[in-house]
């Protein structure tokens, strides 16, 4: 029944107690962000193995026993994700994935020292706004581990049985991806504590005066979590994870590169300055890269347009109502709100929401996060407000008597 920890024969798995485990690899991170390693992570052999793409070819690995499953499909559990329509779009090594630097060394060290230990990896947390690359970097973490990834989300499991199922059938050195970890009730985390720290559950069998509690060896694991808001996240589960990262936005050359990779995988003649547009345009986030190239795809089509410059870019995103810096017509309903109700600002969220007729959750995380990157809103402890950039990019006058605006 249950998946004992000594079924370990399978290359580089192992069971390590799991405070040796985090410790080892909390330390690598440290060193590696401290910049103490005496040589640079990026330059060292096993991240130059990690992250060249030419080395790949050469990286098949014969020993991996089951490839990563990208679907995440559990053949006969019944649980995982259909296959989401970017999925041919998703890198699937490390060498792939663009950008992230600090990221990509700090797992790249992680994974080498696991597979050298022949150990689960220690578990990720992954955090960070939609549409960076979290599910896409815990199926490569899968792939350069040679590992199956089971994929699950939080609100998926809502009876304890469903994470019990989860756990007993994983295999050893399996990842676990949980998206919106945040949203994992009460008991699911207190079941996940001990499987973390000590690949252990902890059940209670019957009812009453004859309930009993039972311990369950499960094999070793890792825990792949993903969360647009990891300050939701409880502190004894955010400190179970050995791994946290944050992913940030992409920047302007990152991005041209990833719809560059897209186009190419569309198999789209895109000009390396339409690529630019694109890329200026999709709010420093990879899935709205690829879905603004799916727009011009299609204008292209439309216009019988093989080649695909810069005006064709600029044509079909007009459409869509997106902006030169990839404002949509939701960040400009809440700029203009601010704008015309509020003489620009402070004014608190919920009020905000209730206007525009959103939810505040969906303002704070997917609207705002763009708008303050690019700094035409600010958070102050009064509610937003926006910046002289935000009100001449709207084509506002830049000064503005505050006290004499009229709401
Ligand atoms: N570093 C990258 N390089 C190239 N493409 C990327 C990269 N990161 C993400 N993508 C593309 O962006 C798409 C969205 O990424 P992904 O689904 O991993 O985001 P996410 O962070 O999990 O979002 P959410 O929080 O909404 O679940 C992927 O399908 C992939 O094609
Ligand atoms: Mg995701």
Known sequence: MAIVSSDMGAPRRGSAPAGKRGSAQADERGSAQAGELPVTPARSPV????????????????????????TGEASGTGWGEPPAREDGLRPKRLADYIGQSELKQVLAIAVEATRSRGEALDHVLLYGPPGLGKTTMALVLAEELGVRCRITSAPALERPRDIVGLLVNLQPGELLFIDEIHRLNRVAEEILYPAME???????????????????????????????????????????????????????????????????????????????????????TPRIANRLLRRVRDVAAVNGQLRI???????????????????????????????????????????????????????????????????????????????????????????????????
């Open 198 to 284: 000590d690949f252990r559950l902890d059940l209670t069998v019957g009812k009453g005066s004859s309930a009993r509690t039972r311990s369950l060896q499960i094999a070793p694991f890792t825990l792949v979590g993903a969360t647009t808001r990891a300050g939701s996240l409880s502190s004894p589960l955010r400190d179970r994870f050995g791994l946290i990262q944050r992913l940030e936005f992409y920047n302007l050359d990152d991005l041209q590169a990833i719809v560059q990779r897209a186009a190419g995988l569309l198999q789209l003649d895109l000009e390396q300055q339409a690529a630019l547009e694109v890329a200026r345009r999709c709010r420093g």
């Open 47 to 70: 991240n130059r193995r990690l992250l060249d793409p030419s080395a790949l070819a050469a990286d098949s690995d014969p020993l991996a026993p089951a490839k990563a499953d990208e």
């Open 309 to 407: 410059g810069p005006e064709l870019v600029h044509e079909a995103l007009s459409l869509h109502s997106v902006d030169s810096r990839g404002l949509d017509a939701s960040d400009r309903r809440l700029m203009t709100l601010l704008l015309e109700s509020y003489g620009g600002g402070p004014a608190g969220l919920d009020a905000l929401a209730a206007a525009l007729g959103e939810d505040s959750t969906t303002l704070e995380t997917v609207v705002e996060p763009y708008l303050l990157q690019l700094g035409f809103l600010q958070r102050t402890p009064r509610g937003r407000q926006v910046t002289p950039a935000g009100r001449s990019h709207l084509g506002w006058p830049a000064q503005l008597d505050l006290s004499g605006a009229q709401p």
